[in-house]
């Protein structure tokens, strides 16, 4: 793989600036030290030393963001992982994130089954990846959402995937097991309000996480300085975990105006996954999702567009997210085309650049092609502020991928 030294002068580039809206054709951009130097139009400043790479017209843009991975889920199936290996858990994991970063995302939020070890090989280069935040072990009720055991079976609490579920009861489970995971280092605390698709023994409309277990795990997330992201669907699930000071909601199909009061009230985030919804309906049998659950992907996936829209025109901080399992991990950036239904172009890219950098507390450090930002940038051929949906197919529009300023995938210049 070609990995280019610093300096970096990227010229010939329409510069796209999802925070601005703005795409500026001939435009530069200088890289040193894995770090947007600088960026403007015209003629690219004299910079002894700096490779300079011509992209030829091509789009140059920040790297993109999935605040909603499970990159250890290698079946829709996710009790069965309770009897895997965690040697091909692992290695399923590294070919995930590897195909993530070719598709142009250099930092992804794993909800769900990545932990710490996971990130460190991608920091450490072991693993050519995004950038993992990682939440540890989502935090769930017996069972609820994060219990993946049949009625038949006893015992295995880690359920989802090896060392992504903690199953707790009582605000004093909830509580050391929050600080299980904020210990190893975790990003944010994930816990389980509501029934979900997946799970086998809950429904979608129950409520799930009493609100003292709630109440002890938005205490730890605040003192260490985290957050609290929550799985729910409904409106009084969702409402639930706002009032009691859940930072995030995941999902969010069936919301209401009330629930998007509170989005603004608490300046909270939603992170819709609309494109598993459809994946599951076409192929989750074949992916090993169990009848169980794929009776209750139909609940969801017809309001799915409606709570997008509803949070949309009330301006509800909405994020990029996908929660694809196995196979269907391929259509991750088809979110992005089914978004376009609903939102315009720049407010998509928005959700996938700075709204997401801001929910993981580093805006201004990704998500931007400003100056001081973390170099993670993507060539693309198109245009995705006139189509977003240029970025559904990565294969054919993402022409090269940097994180940190190195060259991961692709090659810079023109085609």
């Given at each position: 793989?070609?990995?280019?030294?610093?300096?970096?002068?990227?010229?010939?580039?329409?510069?796209?600036?999802?925070?601005?809206?703005?795409?500026?054709?001939?435009?530069?951009?200088?890289?040193?030290?894995?770090?947007?130097?600088?960026?403007?139009?015209?003629?690219?400043?004299?910079?002894?030393?700096?490779?300079?790479?011509?992209?030829?017209?091509?789009?140059?843009?920040p790297?993109?963001?999935?605040?909603?991975?499970?990159?250890?889920a290698?079946?829709?199936?996710?009790?069965?992982a309770?009897?895997?290996?965690?040697?091909?858990?692992?290695?399923?994991?590294?070919?995930?994130?590897?195909?993530?970063?070719?598709?142009?995302?250099?930092?992804?939020?794993?909800?769900?089954?990545?932990?710490?070890?996971?990130?460190?090989?991608?920091?450490?280069?072991?693993?050519?990846?995004?950038?993992?935040?990682?939440?540890g072990?989502?935090?769930?009720?017996?069972g609820?959402?994060?219990?993946f055991?049949?009625?038949?079976?006893h015992?295995?609490?880690?359920?989802?995937?090896?060392?992504a579920?903690?199953?707790?009861?009582?605000?004093?489970?909830?509580?050391?097991?929050?600080?299980?995971?904020?210990?190893?280092?975790a990003?944010?605390?994930?816990?389980?309000?509501?029934?979900?698709?997946?799970?086998?023994?809950d429904?979608?409309?129950?409520?799930?996480?009493?609100?003292?277990?709630?109440?002890?795990?938005?205490?730890?997330?605040?003192?260490?300085?985290?957050?609290?992201?929550?799985?729910?669907?409904?409106?009084?699930?969702?409402?639930?975990?706002?009032?009691?000071?859940v930072?995030?909601?995941?999902?969010?199909?069936?919301?209401?105006?009330?629930?998007?009061?509170?989005?603004?009230?608490?300046?909270?985030?939603?992170?819709?996954?609309?494109?598993?919804?459809?994946?599951?309906?076409?192929?989750?049998?074949?992916?090993?999702?169990?009848?169980?659950?794929?009776?209750?992907?139909?609940?969801?996936?017809?309001?799915?567009?409606?709570?997008?829209?509803?949070?949309?025109?009330?301006?509800?901080?909405?994020?990029?997210?996908?929660?694809?399992?196995?196979?269907?991990?391929?259509?991750?950036?088809?979110?992005?085309?089914?978004?376009?239904?609903?939102?315009?172009?720049?407010?998509?890219?928005?959700?996938?650049?700075?709204?997401?950098?801001?929910?993981?507390?580093?805006?201004?450090?990704?998500?931007?092609v400003?100056?001081g930002?973390?170099?993670?940038?993507?060539?693309?051929?198109g245009?995705?502020?006139?189509?977003?949906?240029?970025?559904?197919?990565?294969?054919?529009?993402?022409?090269?991928?940097?994180?940190?300023?190195?060259?991961?995938?692709?090659?810079?210049?023109?085609?």
């Amino acid at each position: 793989m070609d990995h280019r030294p610093h300096p970096l002068l990227l010229t010939g580039a329409a510069l796209l600036d999802p925070e601005a809206g703005t795409l500026s054709p001939d435009s530069w951009l200088l890289v040193e030290d894995g770090r947007i130097a600088a960026a403007g139009r015209g003629p690219a400043p004299d910079t002894p030393g700096a490779e300079t790479a011509d992209l030829g017209g091509a789009t140059l843009m920040p790297g993109l963001i999935d605040a909603h991975v499970h990159a250890t889920a290698f079946s829709a199936d996710l009790g069965a992982a309770m009897d895997s290996s965690p040697f091909y858990v692992a290695a399923y994991a590294a070919s995930s994130l590897g195909d993530m970063l070719r598709r142009g995302f250099t930092t992804v939020r794993d909800v769900g089954g990545g932990d710490w070890g996971l990130a460190k090989a991608v920091q450490e280069g072991l693993i050519d990846g995004p950038r993992l935040m990682f939440g540890g072990k989502a935090l769930s009720q017996t069972g609820g959402h994060g219990d993946f055991r049949v009625p038949g079976r006893h015992g295995g609490s880690h359920a989802c995937c090896p060392g992504a579920g903690a199953v707790c009861d009582g605000p004093v489970e909830f509580r050391r097991a929050a600080r299980e995971q904020l210990r190893t280092g975790a990003h944010h605390l994930k816990i389980m309000l509501s029934g979900g698709v997946a799970s086998p023994a809950d429904r979608i409309d129950s409520v799930q996480s009493a609100e003292d277990e709630i109440r002890a795990v938005v205490e730890e997330a605040e003192a260490a300085n985290r957050y609290v992201t929550g799985h729910a669907y409904t409106a009084r699930a969702v409402n639930r975990g706002l009032r009691l000071g859940v930072r995030c909601i995941e999902h969010g199909n069936l919301i209401d105006e009330s629930s998007v009061r509170l989005f603004l009230e608490h300046d909270a985030f939603l992170v819709p996954t609309l494109v598993t919804y459809r994946e599951l309906a076409r192929q989750g049998a074949r992916n090993g999702l169990p009848p169980e659950s794929r009776a209750k992907v139909d609940t969801v996936l017809s309001r799915g567009l409606d709570a997008l829209r509803l949070a949309h025109e009330a301006g509800v901080n909405l994020v990029f997210g996908t929660d694809l399992l196995g196979a269907m991990q391929h259509h991750q950036s088809e979110e992005f085309a089914i978004r376009a239904q609903v939102q315009p172009a720049a407010d998509v890219l928005r959700s996938a650049t700075g709204s997401a950098a801001r929910l993981l507390g580093m805006e201004g450090e990704i998500g931007t092609v400003r100056a001081g930002a973390r170099a993670d940038l993507i060539v693309v051929d198109g245009d995705p502020l006139a189509d977003v949906s240029v970025l559904a197919e990565p294969e054919r529009s993402v022409r090269a991928v940097l994180r940190d300023g190195v060259l991961r995938h692709g090659a810079l210049g023109p085609r």
